[in-house]
């Protein structure tokens, strides 16, 4: 019994070094992804490469994966550094930020809510792929 419950706390110990090590290889790639490249392709693939040029860098953020902020030009998308751990995350949100950087003009315009009608058309192109 006891040779059993050693065997049973030393696999549950060698899992957790497994995924461990693996969670931090899986964050230490998401961290050395060239980021403007990224919005540059989803740009180009998704948006035909009607988007403006942006500066797009890694952050701390309190609330949110990532923020989009129009008040600079040229305008930037900051990532937040803590809390976007994997490739899909930083795909989500990068094609979200491009999605604000999109509906700009028309939110400003109409007054329409930043993640509202023109947003959420704007995401369904994603959702089709």
Request: proline share 2%.
């Amino acid at each position: 019994m006891r040779r059993a419950i050693q065997i049973t706390v030393s696999l549950a110990c060698l899992g957790v070094i497994f995924f461990s090590a693996r969670y931090a290889l899986g964050r230490e790639w998401v961290r050395k992804t060239d980021l403007l490249g990224l919005y540059q392709q989803i740009n180009l693939e998704s948006f035909d490469g009607a988007l403006p040029d942006v500066v797009v860098e890694w952050g701390s953020l309190k609330d949110a994966y990532g923020e989009t902020q129009f008040t600079d030009v040229p305008r930037v998308i900051e990532i937040d550094s803590a809390s976007v751990t994997s490739e899909e995350q930083l795909v989500k949100t990068m094609q979200h930020e491009a999605c604000h950087v999109y509906t700009r003009r028309v939110v400003e315009e109409t007054g329409q809510d930043v993640h509202g009608e023109a947003f959420q058309s704007c995401m369904e192109r994603f959702n089709e792929k």
